[in-house]
């Protein structure tokens, strides 16, 4: 197995994810599955699985963690005035975005389902499909990717999408830093690539951003890049 990156790989002693030799990312055995997403297995089975609040809950509490802090880092991009979110979810920060002024604020989601949920609860416009494969005409300010690109099952396809169509990234993704069996995020059903600090920068690279700053992200297993058209 080779990575996204072209290093050569090796079997992991974390179950389920072979590692790569060069960038150290975490590539999982297992392949993307659009069926994985259904919204009652995911956002409510899944989801209590690991202790997590279903999609429901996390409409009201995002707000009390996660938004303020994606929403604290739309202050490296003043001039934004449209914004796509890759993986919208409920569309609770999508909401935000309008309510703080942006003109247009579009989400991404693979399940019908949660597009209909993020429509119903926040009025929010989705698109829905599988990023990076769908068809769009439209360009944007910034484009926002939160716990996302880790799913991804093409992780260079996925940035050179955000490339083409916007010149400024907003990305949040675990990032392991060593952390052996204590790391909560080895889940190869759905966590398809986990990235180190180094190979998610290579990455970002990749589809010609530079990065204007990085730090932990709303939680601190996670890294937060902004990124810029270099």
């Known amino acids: 197995m080779k990575c996204w990156c072209g290093g050569e790989t090796e079997k992991s002693s974390q179950e389920g994810y072979f590692r790569c030799l060069s960038c150290g990312t975490f590539i999982s055995e297992k392949s993307f599955s659009k069926d994985y997403y259904n919204f009652q297995e995911y956002w409510h089975n899944k989801q209590g699985q690991y202790g997590f609040p279903s999609i429901e809950r996390r409409a009201q509490d995002d707000f009390g963690d996660r938004i303020p802090f ?9 001039d934004a005035k449209s914004v796509l979110e890759i993986g919208a979810g409920h569309g609770g920060f999508l909401q935000y975005c309008k309510n703080s002024g942006f003109e247009k604020a579009i989400g991404v989601e693979v399940s019908p389902e949660t597009c209909a949920f993020a429509k119903k609860m926040f009025g929010i416009e989705m698109i829905c499909g599988e990023f990076p494969y769908i068809d769009m005409d439209y360009k944007f300010d910034l484009i926002c990717a939160f716990d996302v690109i880790e799913h991804l099952r093409n992780p260079i396809d996925a940035i050179n999408k955000m490339s083409e169509l916007s010149n400024g990234i ?9 952390e052996g069996n204590s790391f909560p995020h080895f ?4 966590h398809l690539f986990i990235f180190t600090d180094d190979a998610i920068k290579r990455l970002v690279g990749i589809g010609g951003f530079s990065i204007v700053t990085s730090a932990r992200g709303a939680f601190n297993w996670d890294i937060t890049i902004i990124g810029a058209k270099k």
């Open 187 to 190: 889940h190869p059903d759905e």
């Open 70 to 78: 994606w929403a604290y880092q739309l202050k490296y991009f003043p």
């Open 170 to 178: 907003l990305i949040q993704t675990p990032c392991y830093r060593g």
